[in-house]
């Protein structure tokens, strides 16, 4: 069974601090996707990446970056000069296949970034 | 702008009440169609997947009785939560993914707050 586990339930930094959300996987399948979103309080989900099973590469997107570890099965994202905004819930999720399949979510890590 | 279009945003109503979610993927075919739930300060939990022109496969633990759920083109699902009580409210969220591009994520309405008095 595929499994997410985001142990960090609530973080708290004060802006302009870096912070890293951590993002743990289980999975039998070799083809998998993982991907993160963003909850603002509104509700919406707003997607952030989508990393497939056979790119490790890490990637950076503006002041978020991504690190992927099949060794650790951790897919984990960091935001640099956190600001107000930023502050949010953060999903983690998992999906076998062509990454329109259905979606494992963790239980979420919520971001509190303070001015 | 938006590619799913998920309608009402917000319904308040009382117990016993039936309740209809639509789902609609705006520029795109979608022949599977998924519903998730979120109760307050929790996770997304998978509840179905709608499949255009048949029935819809429900999580282990859902009723499909009282969720029940209709794909009957391949751009509107919907759901209705039948005889809602206030154990039901929750954020209900859909999401799509383009039949023809099934290596594009899938895309995700903006979803429902159902609250049930």
């Known amino acids: 069974a595929q499994k997410v586990t985001q142990a960090q339930t609530e973080i708290s930094v004060v802006e302009k601090e870096d912070v890293t959300l951590d993002c743990v996987y289980e999975t039998r399948d070799t083809t998998y996707y993982l991907f993160w979103y963003k909850q603002p309080p509104s509700g919406e989900l707003v997607f952030l990446i989508r990393r497939n099973s056979f790119d490790e590469q890490n990637e950076i997107s503006g002041r978020y970056s991504w690190n992927f570890q099949k060794s650790t099965s951790s897919f984990n994202f960091t935001i640099t000069a956190s600001q107000v905004v930023d502050s949010a819930v953060y999903f983690c999720?998992?999906?076998?296949?062509?990454?329109?399949?259905?979606?494992?979510f963790g239980k979420g890590t919520k971001l509190t970034v303070n001015p | 702008g938006a590619v799913v279009s998920q309608h009402p945003s917000r319904v308040i109503c009382k117990s016993g009440t039936s309740v209809k979610i639509e789902c609609r993927s705006l520029?795109?075919?979608?022949?599977?169609m998924f519903w998730y739930r979120q109760f307050p300060k929790q996770s997304l939990m998978l509840m179905a997947t709608?499949?255009?022109?048949?029935?819809?496969?429900?999580e282990q633990g859902v009723e499909k009785d009282k969720f029940l759920i209709n794909h009957a083109s391949l751009t509107l699902s919907t759901l209705t939560v039948t005889s809602a009580h206030p154990e039901d409210s929750s954020f209900y969220i859909c999401?799509?993914?383009?039949?023809?591009?099934?290596?594009?994520?899938?895309?995700f309405g903006d979803g429902t707050r159902l609250s049930i008095l």
């Open positions: 520029d795109f075919q979608a022949t599977t």
């Open positions: 999401s799509a993914g383009d039949s023809l591009r099934k290596f594009q994520p899938q895309h």
């Open positions: 709608s499949n255009e022109g048949s029935k819809a496969t429900y």
């Open positions: 999720a998992l999906s076998e296949g062509g990454g329109s399949e259905k979606l494992v």
